[in-house]
């Protein structure tokens, strides 16, 4: 077992690779605002897509200064229980269930169908 081991290096800890001849890709500054008046610069590399908004750090969605307006997504509204079952039932098939559960829950309390207020 103790031929399978490596030891004299930290494993994770240092690099092996080093800096020489590296050449850093160009930046570019960009300036984002929030609707809560934070601004910030982030960098960017020239050749990526820069984003029209970014998330500020208060949570909020933050503009690109100067920059193109963000494309809205067009989404739908949210499907209630009463949308998903108009969905699959219709309103007199509905009151039909509503009276045959009405009838079966007062025949569980032992109530007379004659005895029910209208």
């Known amino acids: 077992m103790a031929d399978r081991t490596l030891r004299g290096t ?6 092996m690779e080093s800096d020489e001849n590296v050449v850093p890709s160009e930046r570019q500054i960009t300036t ?3 609707p809560k008046g934070h601004r910030f610069d982030l960098p960017f590399s020239v050749e990526a ?24 997504k067009a ?4 499907r209630t229980h009463w949308d998903m079952l108009l ?12 009276e045959e559960r009405l009838t ?12 029910r207020s209208a």
């Open 32 to 34: 984002y605002i929030c």
């Open 10 to 15: 930290r494993l994770g800890a240092l690099s």
């Open 75 to 78: 989404s739908k509204p949210a």
């Open 87 to 98: 969905e699959r039932r219709s309103i007199p098939e509905l009151e039909e269930l509503l």
């Open 49 to 72: 897509d820069i984003p029209s908004t970014w998330e500020c750090r208060c949570g909020d969605d933050a503009r690109l200064l100067d920059g193109p307006d963000p494309e809205l």
């Open 104 to 115: 079966l829950l007062r025949a569980s309390r032992g109530e007379r169908p004659e005895a």
